[in-house]
Protein backbone atom coordinates (compact mmCIF):
# COMPACT_ATOMS: atom_id res chain seq x y z
CA UNK A 1 0.00 0.00 0.00
CA UNK A 2 0.84 3.57 -0.80
CA UNK A 3 0.42 6.35 2.28
CA UNK A 4 2.93 8.29 0.56
CA UNK A 5 1.29 8.06 -2.72
CA UNK A 6 -2.09 9.47 -1.64
CA UNK A 7 -0.26 12.18 0.31
CA UNK A 8 0.94 12.76 -3.10
CA UNK A 9 -2.24 12.96 -4.95
CA UNK A 10 -3.95 14.82 -2.18
CA UNK A 11 -1.18 17.57 -2.09
CA UNK A 12 -1.85 17.72 -6.12
CA UNK A 13 -5.69 18.11 -5.31
CA UNK A 14 -4.80 20.66 -3.26
CA UNK A 15 -3.10 22.42 -5.17
CA UNK A 16 -5.27 22.45 -8.23
CA UNK A 17 -8.28 23.03 -6.22
CA UNK A 18 -6.22 26.58 -4.89
CA UNK A 19 -5.86 27.44 -8.07
CA UNK A 20 -9.33 27.19 -8.81
CA UNK A 21 -10.63 28.92 -6.17
CA UNK A 22 -8.66 32.05 -6.80
CA UNK A 23 -9.58 31.92 -10.32
CA UNK A 24 -12.66 29.95 -11.36
CA UNK A 25 -12.76 28.66 -14.85
CA UNK A 26 -12.85 26.19 -17.36
CA UNK A 27 -8.96 26.15 -17.80
CA UNK A 28 -8.68 25.91 -14.32
CA UNK A 29 -11.55 23.00 -13.36
CA UNK A 30 -9.35 20.63 -15.81
CA UNK A 31 -6.52 20.04 -13.52
CA UNK A 32 -8.66 19.73 -10.55
CA UNK A 33 -10.91 17.20 -12.24
CA UNK A 34 -7.52 15.33 -12.99
CA UNK A 35 -6.13 15.09 -9.40
CA UNK A 36 -9.67 14.08 -8.50
CA UNK A 37 -9.38 10.66 -10.82
CA UNK A 38 -5.93 10.51 -9.61
CA UNK A 39 -6.88 10.92 -6.20
CA UNK A 40 -9.54 7.56 -7.26
CA UNK A 41 -7.02 5.69 -8.82
CA UNK A 42 -4.34 5.97 -5.94
CA UNK A 43 -7.21 4.66 -3.32
CA UNK A 44 -8.40 1.87 -5.75
CA UNK A 45 -4.60 0.45 -6.12
CA UNK A 46 -4.30 0.89 -1.84
CA UNK A 47 -7.43 -0.96 -1.13
CA UNK A 48 -6.72 -3.53 -3.56
CA UNK A 49 -3.25 -4.18 -2.55
CA UNK A 50 -4.12 -4.50 1.20
CA UNK A 51 -3.94 -7.90 2.62
CA UNK A 52 -5.38 -7.48 5.76
CA UNK A 53 -8.40 -6.00 7.62
CA UNK A 54 -6.64 -3.58 9.55
CA UNK A 55 -4.33 -2.83 6.06
CA UNK A 56 -7.79 -1.79 4.41
CA UNK A 57 -8.71 0.29 7.39
CA UNK A 58 -5.68 2.11 7.37
CA UNK A 59 -6.29 2.93 4.17
CA UNK A 60 -9.86 3.99 4.44
CA UNK A 61 -9.29 5.93 7.41
CA UNK A 62 -6.31 8.21 5.71
CA UNK A 63 -8.80 8.74 2.35
CA UNK A 64 -12.09 9.76 3.87
CA UNK A 65 -10.52 11.46 7.25
CA UNK A 66 -12.32 14.35 7.98
CA UNK A 67 -9.08 16.66 7.31
CA UNK A 68 -8.41 15.32 4.03
CA UNK A 69 -8.23 16.76 0.71
CA UNK A 70 -11.43 14.89 -0.44
CA UNK A 71 -13.33 16.36 2.28
CA UNK A 72 -11.84 20.03 2.16
CA UNK A 73 -12.42 20.15 -1.40
CA UNK A 74 -15.96 19.37 -0.66
CA UNK A 75 -16.15 22.16 2.54
CA UNK A 76 -13.86 24.67 0.67
CA UNK A 77 -16.32 24.84 -1.95
CA UNK A 78 -18.60 27.73 -0.21
CA UNK A 79 -17.93 30.74 -1.49
CA UNK A 80 -17.63 29.45 -5.09
CA UNK A 81 -20.04 30.79 -7.64
CA UNK A 82 -23.06 28.26 -7.73
CA UNK A 83 -22.20 26.83 -11.35
CA UNK A 84 -19.01 26.27 -10.45
CA UNK A 85 -19.88 24.74 -7.41
CA UNK A 86 -22.38 22.36 -8.94
CA UNK A 87 -19.57 20.82 -11.21
CA UNK A 88 -16.43 20.38 -8.22
CA UNK A 89 -19.37 18.89 -5.97
CA UNK A 90 -20.54 16.96 -8.28
CA UNK A 91 -16.92 15.27 -9.55
CA UNK A 92 -15.81 15.37 -5.78
CA UNK A 93 -18.57 13.79 -4.64
CA UNK A 94 -18.23 10.92 -7.21
CA UNK A 95 -14.72 10.20 -6.51
CA UNK A 96 -15.87 9.99 -2.80
CA UNK A 97 -18.60 7.17 -3.51
CA UNK A 98 -16.10 5.80 -5.98
CA UNK A 99 -13.21 5.04 -3.51
CA UNK A 100 -16.27 4.13 -0.69
CA UNK A 101 -17.23 0.92 -3.41
CA UNK A 102 -13.41 -0.03 -3.96
CA UNK A 103 -13.22 0.05 -0.03
CA UNK A 104 -16.40 -2.11 0.16
CA UNK A 105 -15.09 -4.62 -2.42
CA UNK A 106 -11.48 -4.42 -0.68
CA UNK A 107 -13.29 -5.45 2.32
CA UNK A 108 -15.73 -8.29 0.36
CA UNK A 109 -12.34 -9.73 -0.89
CA UNK A 110 -10.62 -9.83 2.22
CA UNK A 111 -13.49 -11.39 3.80
CA UNK A 112 -13.90 -14.31 1.25
CA UNK A 113 -9.97 -15.12 1.54
CA UNK A 114 -10.52 -14.92 5.62
CA UNK A 115 -13.01 -17.48 5.43
CA UNK A 116 -10.83 -19.76 2.99
CA UNK A 117 -7.93 -19.73 5.56
CA UNK A 118 -10.09 -20.49 8.91
CA UNK A 119 -11.22 -24.03 7.01
CA UNK A 120 -7.20 -24.64 5.51
CA UNK A 121 -7.14 -27.63 7.65
CA UNK A 122 -4.07 -28.53 9.42
CA UNK A 123 -2.02 -31.08 7.06
CA UNK A 124 0.65 -31.51 9.68
CA UNK A 125 -2.23 -33.35 12.39
CA UNK A 126 -3.19 -37.14 12.33
CA UNK A 127 -5.69 -37.85 9.70
CA UNK A 128 -9.52 -38.68 10.84
CA UNK A 129 -9.26 -42.24 10.15
CA UNK A 130 -12.47 -43.15 7.45
CA UNK A 131 -14.85 -46.41 9.04
CA UNK A 132 -13.57 -49.10 6.93
CA UNK A 133 -15.75 -52.09 6.12
CA UNK A 134 -14.04 -55.36 5.42
CA UNK A 135 -15.44 -58.82 4.46
CA UNK A 136 -17.47 -60.80 7.30
CA UNK A 137 -15.34 -63.50 8.69
CA UNK A 138 -17.67 -66.11 7.22
CA UNK A 139 -16.75 -64.76 3.97
CA UNK A 140 -12.51 -63.99 4.94
CA UNK A 141 -12.78 -67.82 5.94
CA UNK A 142 -14.62 -68.97 2.83
CA UNK A 143 -12.02 -67.06 0.61
CA UNK A 144 -9.34 -68.33 2.54
CA UNK A 145 -10.45 -72.00 2.04
CA UNK A 146 -11.23 -71.27 -1.61
CA UNK A 147 -7.70 -69.90 -2.42
CA UNK A 148 -5.75 -72.87 -1.65
CA UNK A 149 -7.93 -75.10 -3.63
CA UNK A 150 -7.71 -72.28 -6.35
CA UNK A 151 -4.38 -72.93 -5.97
CA UNK A 152 -4.56 -76.71 -7.13
CA UNK A 153 -6.33 -75.88 -10.13
CA UNK A 154 -10.05 -76.16 -8.65
CA UNK A 155 -12.34 -73.55 -10.04
CA UNK A 156 -15.69 -72.49 -8.02
CA UNK A 157 -19.32 -72.34 -8.39
CA UNK A 158 -22.33 -71.63 -7.00
CA UNK A 159 -25.96 -73.08 -7.43
CA UNK A 160 -29.57 -72.05 -5.94
CA UNK A 161 -30.46 -72.69 -2.52
CA UNK A 162 -33.69 -73.74 -3.27
CA UNK A 163 -33.84 -77.00 -4.34
CA UNK A 164 -36.18 -80.21 -5.64
CA UNK A 165 -35.70 -83.79 -3.50
CA UNK A 166 -33.92 -85.36 -6.45
CA UNK A 167 -30.96 -82.74 -6.10
CA UNK A 168 -30.59 -82.73 -3.02
CA UNK A 169 -31.00 -86.24 -1.58
CA UNK A 170 -32.63 -88.41 -4.58
CA UNK A 171 -29.87 -88.26 -7.03
CA UNK A 172 -27.25 -88.27 -4.47
CA UNK A 173 -28.37 -91.38 -3.45
CA UNK A 174 -29.96 -91.35 -0.23
CA UNK A 175 -32.83 -94.02 -0.20
CA UNK A 176 -36.62 -93.08 0.07
CA UNK A 177 -36.60 -93.39 3.93
CA UNK A 178 -33.83 -92.05 4.81
CA UNK A 179 -33.78 -90.26 8.24
CA UNK A 180 -31.79 -87.02 6.46
CA UNK A 181 -34.93 -86.32 4.62
CA UNK A 182 -37.28 -86.29 7.71
CA UNK A 183 -39.38 -82.75 8.13
CA UNK A 184 -37.56 -82.06 11.07
CA UNK A 185 -34.16 -81.68 9.64
CA UNK A 186 -35.31 -80.23 6.62
CA UNK A 187 -37.37 -76.85 5.48
CA UNK A 188 -39.64 -76.96 3.17
CA UNK A 189 -40.74 -74.40 1.15
CA UNK A 190 -44.70 -74.62 -0.71
CA UNK A 191 -45.25 -76.40 -3.76
CA UNK A 192 -42.77 -79.40 -2.47
CA UNK A 193 -39.40 -77.34 -3.09
CA UNK A 194 -36.85 -77.77 -0.20
CA UNK A 195 -34.58 -75.34 1.19
CA UNK A 196 -31.03 -77.29 0.42
CA UNK A 197 -29.55 -79.24 3.62
CA UNK A 198 -25.61 -79.36 2.72
CA UNK A 199 -24.10 -77.95 -0.82
CA UNK A 200 -24.04 -81.56 -2.03
CA UNK A 201 -27.05 -80.95 -4.71
CA UNK A 202 -24.39 -78.38 -6.80
CA UNK A 203 -22.34 -81.69 -7.46
CA UNK A 204 -25.62 -83.23 -9.18
CA UNK A 205 -25.98 -80.05 -11.18
CA UNK A 206 -22.56 -79.42 -11.80
CA UNK A 207 -22.39 -82.94 -13.50
CA UNK A 208 -25.37 -82.45 -15.01
CA UNK A 209 -24.78 -79.11 -16.78
CA UNK A 210 -21.78 -81.22 -18.97
CA UNK A 211 -22.85 -81.53 -22.08
CA UNK A 212 -20.61 -84.98 -22.34
CA UNK A 213 -18.92 -86.43 -19.31
CA UNK A 214 -16.09 -84.81 -18.95
CA UNK A 215 -13.31 -84.08 -15.87
CA UNK A 216 -14.47 -81.63 -12.99
CA UNK A 217 -12.29 -80.38 -10.24
CA UNK A 218 -14.41 -77.64 -8.65
CA UNK A 219 -15.39 -76.20 -5.14
CA UNK A 220 -19.08 -75.15 -4.35
CA UNK A 221 -19.30 -72.44 -1.14
CA UNK A 222 -22.77 -71.81 -0.20
CA UNK A 223 -25.13 -71.48 2.15
CA UNK A 224 -27.49 -74.62 3.73
CA UNK A 225 -30.25 -74.70 5.58
CA UNK A 226 -31.43 -77.08 8.11
CA UNK A 227 -34.52 -77.09 10.64
CA UNK A 228 -32.26 -76.96 14.18
CA UNK A 229 -33.38 -76.40 17.13
CA UNK A 230 -31.28 -73.13 17.46
CA UNK A 231 -28.60 -73.10 20.35
CA UNK A 232 -24.25 -72.21 20.39
CA UNK A 233 -23.68 -74.69 18.13
CA UNK A 234 -26.47 -74.78 15.92
CA UNK A 235 -28.26 -72.58 13.60
CA UNK A 236 -30.66 -73.26 11.01
CA UNK A 237 -28.46 -71.53 8.35
CA UNK A 238 -24.92 -71.93 8.04
CA UNK A 239 -22.41 -72.36 5.50
CA UNK A 240 -20.50 -75.34 3.43
CA UNK A 241 -17.70 -75.44 1.00
CA UNK A 242 -18.03 -78.45 -1.19
CA UNK A 243 -15.31 -79.79 -3.54
CA UNK A 244 -15.73 -82.17 -6.19
CA UNK A 245 -12.99 -83.60 -8.41
CA UNK A 246 -14.24 -86.27 -11.14
CA UNK A 247 -11.76 -88.10 -14.04
CA UNK A 248 -10.52 -91.09 -14.87
CA UNK A 249 -8.53 -92.96 -12.47
CA UNK A 250 -9.32 -91.13 -9.23
CA UNK A 251 -8.22 -92.32 -6.04
CA UNK A 252 -8.55 -92.45 -2.02
CA UNK A 253 -4.75 -91.39 -2.15
CA UNK A 254 -6.13 -88.65 -4.38
CA UNK A 255 -8.25 -87.19 -1.85
CA UNK A 256 -6.15 -87.72 1.15
CA UNK A 257 -3.36 -85.98 -1.07
CA UNK A 258 -5.30 -82.90 -1.83
CA UNK A 259 -7.19 -82.17 1.21
CA UNK A 260 -3.84 -82.85 3.48
CA UNK A 261 -2.17 -80.12 1.29
CA UNK A 262 -5.12 -78.35 1.82
CA UNK A 263 -4.90 -78.54 5.61
CA UNK A 264 -1.39 -77.92 5.85
CA UNK A 265 -2.27 -74.27 4.25
CA UNK A 266 -5.01 -73.81 6.05
CA UNK A 267 -3.79 -74.95 9.23
CA UNK A 268 0.45 -74.62 9.10
CA UNK A 269 2.33 -76.44 7.85
CA UNK A 270 3.03 -79.07 10.60
CA UNK A 271 -0.34 -80.25 10.46
CA UNK A 272 -0.98 -83.76 10.58
CA UNK A 273 -3.81 -85.50 9.04
CA UNK A 274 -5.60 -88.80 9.43
CA UNK A 275 -8.89 -90.35 8.53
CA UNK A 276 -11.76 -92.10 9.94
CA UNK A 277 -14.29 -94.29 8.26
CA UNK A 278 -17.41 -92.60 8.22
CA UNK A 279 -20.93 -92.96 6.52
CA UNK A 280 -22.80 -90.58 3.62
CA UNK A 281 -24.99 -92.22 0.95
CA UNK A 282 -23.15 -90.22 -1.72
CA UNK A 283 -19.88 -91.23 -0.96
CA UNK A 284 -18.37 -94.85 -0.96
CA UNK A 285 -16.04 -95.68 1.18
CA UNK A 286 -17.16 -92.42 3.37
CA UNK A 287 -14.46 -90.94 5.50
CA UNK A 288 -14.00 -87.75 8.36
CA UNK A 289 -11.12 -85.86 8.60
CA UNK A 290 -9.48 -84.94 11.50
CA UNK A 291 -6.35 -82.65 11.50
CA UNK A 292 -3.51 -82.63 14.59
CA UNK A 293 -4.99 -79.96 17.14
CA UNK A 294 -3.36 -76.78 15.97
CA UNK A 295 -3.68 -75.11 19.84
CA UNK A 296 -1.92 -77.75 21.31
CA UNK A 297 -0.16 -79.29 17.84
CA UNK A 298 -1.84 -82.20 18.91
CA UNK A 299 -0.56 -83.34 22.28
CA UNK A 300 -3.67 -83.18 24.14
CA UNK A 301 -1.90 -81.17 26.40
CA UNK A 302 -1.33 -77.47 27.13
CA UNK A 303 1.51 -75.84 29.15
CA UNK A 304 -0.25 -73.26 31.49
CA UNK A 305 0.94 -71.01 34.70
CA UNK A 306 -0.82 -73.62 36.54
CA UNK A 307 1.37 -76.17 34.59
CA UNK A 308 0.09 -78.93 32.12
CA UNK A 309 -3.74 -79.01 31.28
CA UNK A 310 -5.75 -80.94 29.12
CA UNK A 311 -6.52 -78.94 25.49
CA UNK A 312 -9.38 -77.57 25.97
CA UNK A 313 -9.84 -76.97 21.97
CA UNK A 314 -8.88 -81.34 21.10
CA UNK A 315 -10.17 -82.04 24.58
CA UNK A 316 -7.26 -84.11 25.11
CA UNK A 317 -7.37 -85.90 21.75
CA UNK A 318 -4.89 -84.22 20.00
CA UNK A 319 -7.37 -84.91 16.65
CA UNK A 320 -10.16 -82.02 15.42
CA UNK A 321 -12.49 -83.24 13.03
CA UNK A 322 -12.74 -80.88 9.93
CA UNK A 323 -14.61 -82.33 7.01
CA UNK A 324 -16.48 -85.26 5.64
CA UNK A 325 -15.49 -86.97 2.75
CA UNK A 326 -15.53 -89.65 0.29
CA UNK A 327 -15.41 -91.20 -3.21
CA UNK A 328 -17.96 -90.49 -5.11
CA UNK A 329 -20.32 -93.46 -5.24
CA UNK A 330 -21.57 -95.37 -8.49
CA UNK A 331 -25.46 -94.39 -7.82
CA UNK A 332 -24.24 -90.89 -7.98
CA UNK A 333 -22.54 -91.20 -11.41
CA UNK A 334 -25.58 -93.11 -12.84
CA UNK A 335 -27.54 -90.59 -11.87
CA UNK A 336 -25.93 -87.80 -14.01
CA UNK A 337 -25.19 -90.15 -16.63
CA UNK A 338 -21.49 -91.12 -15.87
CA UNK A 339 -20.68 -94.69 -16.53
CA UNK A 340 -19.38 -95.78 -12.94
CA UNK A 341 -16.52 -98.51 -15.25
CA UNK A 342 -15.48 -94.96 -16.48
CA UNK A 343 -15.63 -92.23 -14.25
CA UNK A 344 -14.40 -92.01 -10.94
CA UNK A 345 -13.98 -89.22 -8.46
CA UNK A 346 -13.71 -87.77 -4.66
CA UNK A 347 -15.79 -85.79 -2.90
CA UNK A 348 -15.50 -83.38 0.47
CA UNK A 349 -17.71 -81.05 2.32
CA UNK A 350 -16.89 -79.10 5.23
CA UNK A 351 -18.76 -76.22 7.36
CA UNK A 352 -17.08 -72.51 7.45
CA UNK A 353 -18.80 -71.75 10.97
CA UNK A 354 -17.20 -74.71 12.57
CA UNK A 355 -13.75 -73.85 11.36
CA UNK A 356 -14.13 -70.12 12.26
CA UNK A 357 -15.60 -71.31 15.75
CA UNK A 358 -12.32 -73.82 16.03
CA UNK A 359 -9.34 -71.51 14.49
CA UNK A 360 -10.83 -68.26 16.51
CA UNK A 361 -12.26 -69.78 19.66
CA UNK A 362 -15.75 -68.66 18.68
CA UNK A 363 -17.89 -70.05 21.35
CA UNK A 364 -21.49 -69.27 19.63
CA UNK A 365 -22.61 -69.69 16.04
CA UNK A 366 -25.49 -67.37 16.76
CA UNK A 367 -22.75 -64.59 16.42
CA UNK A 368 -21.87 -65.18 12.95
CA UNK A 369 -25.58 -63.68 11.83
CA UNK A 370 -25.91 -60.62 14.47
CA UNK A 371 -24.18 -58.23 12.42
CA UNK A 372 -23.08 -57.15 15.75
CA UNK A 373 -19.48 -55.05 15.01
CA UNK A 374 -18.12 -55.28 19.00
CA UNK A 375 -17.67 -59.07 17.41
CA UNK A 376 -17.53 -58.50 13.54
CA UNK A 377 -14.39 -56.15 14.22
CA UNK A 378 -12.40 -58.72 15.80
CA UNK A 379 -11.87 -60.29 12.49
N1 LIG B 1 -22.82 -83.11 2.47
C1 LIG B 1 -22.19 -83.65 3.64
C2 LIG B 1 -22.78 -82.96 4.88
O1 LIG B 1 -23.47 -81.99 4.75
C3 LIG B 1 -20.69 -83.44 3.64
C4 LIG B 1 -19.99 -84.22 2.57
C5 LIG B 1 -19.79 -83.66 1.32
C6 LIG B 1 -19.53 -85.49 2.79
C7 LIG B 1 -19.16 -84.38 0.32
C8 LIG B 1 -18.88 -86.22 1.81
C9 LIG B 1 -18.69 -85.66 0.60
O2 LIG B 1 -22.55 -83.39 5.99
Redesign the pocket.
Known amino acids: MSETRLEHVEDALRHALDAFLGAPSEGALAPVEEALKAFEAAVREAAGAASSPAGLAAVEQQALRQKGALNQTLRSLGPVPGEWRKVVGAAANRTRAACAEALAQATERLEASGARERSTFDVTLPGRKPFLGRPHVLNQVRDEVVGIFRGMGYSVAENREVEDDHHNFGA?NFGPHHPARDAHDTLFVEGGALMR????PV?IRTLESQTEPSPVRMLFPGR?YRAEQIDATHASEFH?V???YVDRGVSMAHLKGALSEWARAFFGARTRTRFRP?Y?P??EP?GEMDVSCFRCEGSGRRKTAEGEVRCNLCKGSGWIEI????MVHPNVFRAVNYDPEVWTG??????IERIAMLRYGISDIRHFLESDLNFLEQF
Open positions: LTHTSQVQEGLSFFTSLGCGFAFGMG
